[in-house]
């Protein structure tokens, strides 16, 4: 069990065992009342062993296929969520209170689960992964292209922010360990302790095969000296810190993967619709104060520019003034505070001179931050601030407005004139994280989104259609991506499946369709085929790609035509009107209905007695090449192209080709035609 008297000595977890440093420990402060209760070091710590211990681990994820990965996130997640209580515990000693610490602790697990979830939705149970269609290179099919996705073979290390010390870190882990690649996992120090809370539980939980995480409390020493081609870095924290790890020589010198996620000018635009009164208006200023005091303003996504009518300055101003005055601030874990604490002294500090630079070019209208007004805590001790808010009247004219960041709960009033001024002052913060727009006309909405979409990683709109179920302006989400051009980092993280591409090599392989089928698991025309029994009699223990089928024919009728039109309600002229039909420059006369032609090539390749094939769930891909005409005789070849057993479960899905051609050879109807198989199939 963890030793938690204070102050705790935190340790490294490297090469399979928690180990100190070797030097001076550093003291870590209890963000709202000062104790000290901590200390970090890494000196003398082997990060180059490190590496190559992670290098070697990654062999059994990598042998794990993308549904084991999966499975075990989904249990790690739910071992995590069973014991927040600890960790919520732990995380008021950072500031946050019990709100802020469920944005961090709730949320981070749930992005774990999150992914968990969509990656046995969205992907197969394979160890490669396939991107996009087959590219045939040949006329007759005997040379084709595949690309697919495997895992690297290095560490993808982490160095996270102050501000998220659990969240920072599983939103990372997440599409890394389900990639199939081992992490390094470097917090920074001040709220280190909680984020080695954590990785204890997840060790403890024997969960991940040994190597797949590593963490180191403290400095990197020269952990970046030894990265590789294999290798990936990812950065979250100021932009000033992460453009000089993007140069390092080592990251240069490899071409060494890098992502990097810094904290931004984020803008919240008022459109000139929202009046007050108005429900967007009060949308508006109900954002701006959360935002402005969740994690008391320590957020990357956080709103740093209130871009606003200039008609519209002093009702803002007003509403900010009731909601921001008199904002309980004080201890995390005191009933009244609705705010906490930043996350140390030194924190506390350097906000203060970046309010002060703010104010050389914004006047002070809400606040005063040398004098801390609070409901309980030490304003000495704990690393207390009240909310500020600058105003800058002529903000095309000012340079720190759009150049400083003030992490904390400060930001910044300014007036627009019209649209296009201002998407030109959000442009003027170089490129962030995250933009919102309060509107509810949909040409402003419009106008707004293209002016601010290329550099924004993200955009919210906010209106009353949306007000209950909005995630709101500063939530980055499992699904979308999180990331931002410009002085945001340029990097994307997160971004539901995309998320795995930062870990996975994107490799094209050429070659005869047979070979290609063996290696990507997945049949196209001229690879190998199988025709001994119907297909849909087989379970996946049976079954092989390339087993086919192929169907006797069956003629269209005109009265097959028109009795489906009456039928299904499906009367469109060119089935109903040989005149009308011949007039569209497609067609020679009347036409088979498309839904008609899969219909009966179902009818044809569909094995009616029970048997293994459990259900049918969709078609992907459906198109209709060529008109089918009364008189055309259709025949079916029914292909099994791709078999994605599940980890879980006595079943599985396969992928079926589906090809409609006319006796002439001329190809009527592709599409995919997708089932639910079972396992194994007793016929008794």
């Known amino acids: ?95 946050a209170t019990p709100r802020d610490g469920q944005i961090d ?12 979830s969509r990656a046995r939705r969205e992907l197969p149970n394979t160890r490669i992964l396939t991107d996009g269609p087959l590219e045939p290179l040949s006329k007759d099919a005997s040379f084709s292209a595949q690309h697919i996705l495997s895992p690297l073979r290095g560490v993808a290390v982490h160095i996270n922010a102050f501000n998220f010390p659990i969240w920072g870190m599983l939103e990372k882990l997440a599409p890394n360990l389900l990639a199939g690649m081992p ?12 984020t080695e809370l954590m990785v204890r539980r997840i060790i403890e939980s024997g969960l991940l095969p040994e190597g797949s995480l590593q963490l180191i409390c403290g400095g990197v020493g020269d952990l970046l000296d030894h990265v590789t081609g294999q290798d990936v870095v990812t950065f979250t924290g100021s932009a000033a810190t992460g453009q000089r790890l993007r140069v390092h020589p080592a990251i240069v010198r490899n071409s060494t993967r890098f992502t990097m996620e810094a904290d931004s000018l984020n803008a919240c635009l008022l459109g000139p619709d929202a009046g ?27 709103i740093r520019r209130l871009i606003v009518p200039r008609a519209q300055v002093g009702a803002v101003r007003d509403a900010l003034h009731k909601a921001l005055s008199h904002l309980p601030v004080g201890l995390p874990d005191d009933p009244a505070t609705r705010m906490g604490a930043l996350a140390g002294l030194d924190q506390r500090a350097d906000v203060r001179r970046a309010i002060t630079a703010l104010a050389a070019e914004a006047e002070i209208v809400i606040g005063d931050p040398d004098n801390v007004q609070l409901v309980s805590g030490n304003s000495e001790r704990g690393a207390f601030l009240n909310p500020v808010l600058l105003y800058a009247d002529q903000p095309l004219r000012a340079t720190s407005v759009h150049a400083v960041e003030a992490f904390g709960p400060v930001a910044t009033l300014m007036p627009y004139d019209d649209l296009h001024q201002a998407t030109e002052l959000a442009a003027m913060g170089k490129g962030s994280l995250v933009s919102s727009v309060f509107t509810n006309a ?18 919210m709109i906010g209106n009353r259609d949306s007000a209950t179920t909005s995630t709101g302006h500063g939530s980055p989400l499992p699904m979308l991506v999180h990331g931002g051009p410009g002085r945001a980092g340029g990097g994307e993280e997160l971004g539901g499946m995309r998320g795995l591409h930062h870990y996975l090599q994107r490799t094209a392989v050429q070659g005869a369709p047979r070979l290609l089928a063996a290696v990507s698991g997945r049949w196209s025309d001229g690879a190998s085929v199988r025709r001994d029994r119907h ?26 035509i028109e009795h489906f039109a009456n039928f299904t309600g499906d009367t469109f002229y060119a089935h109903m009107d040989e005149q009308a039909a011949r007039a569209n420059p497609f067609f020679d006369g009347r036409v088979a209905h498309g839904y008609l032609i899969i219909s009966f090539a179902a009818g044809l390749f569909v094995q009616p007695d029970p048997g293994p094939v459990l259900a049918n ?64 199939w007793d016929a008794e």
Not at 20 to 41: C, R, S, W, Y
Not at 653 to 667: F, L, Q
């Open 105 to 116: 602790i709730e949320g981070g697990i749930g992005t774990l689960l999150n992914y968990a």
């Open 535 to 560: 297909p849909f009699r087989k379970s996946l223990s049976e079954l092989q790609l390339g087993d086919q089928l192929l169907t006797e024919s069956r003629s269209i009728t005109l009265a097959d």
């Open 183 to 194: 992490a390094i996992v470097k917090p920074a120090s001040q709220t280190a302790y909680l």
């Open 617 to 680: 769930y969709g078609i992907d891909n459906l198109r209709f090449l060529t008109p089918v005409y009364p008189g055309d005789a259709l025949a079916v070849t029914l292909t099994c192209k791709e078999i994605n057993p599940r980890a879980e479960g006595d079943y599985g899905e396969v992928r079926w080709d589906c090809k409609v051609c006319k006796a002439t050879g001329e190809v009527v109807a592709l599409y995919d035609v997708l089932t639910m198989v079972a396992k194994v």
């Open 442 to 459: 949909p040409e402003v909405a419009q106008e707004l989104v293209h002016g601010l979409a290329p550099l924004h990683g993200r955009v």
């Open 1 to 95: 069990m963890l030793d938690m008297t204070y102050p705790h000595r935190l340790k490294s977890y490297l090469c399979g065992s928690w180990r100190k440093g070797q030097g001076g420990a550093k003291p870590l402060a209890h963000a709202a009342t000062g104790e000290i209760i901590a200390e970090i070091d890494s000196t003398g710590l082997d990060f180059a062993e490190a590496l190559a211990f992670g290098r070697g681990a990654g062999a059994a994820l990598r042998a794990m296929t993308v549904h084991e990965r999966a499975l075990m996130l989904k249990a790690l997640g739910l071992k995590l969520m069973a014991q927040k209580e600890e960790f919520h515990a732990l995380s008021l000693a950072t500031g």
């Open 276 to 302: 007050p009164g108005s429900p967007e208006f009060d949308l508006f200023i109900r954002e701006v104060t959360r935002e402005m005091t969740a994690k008391a303003g320590q957020k990357c996504t956080a």
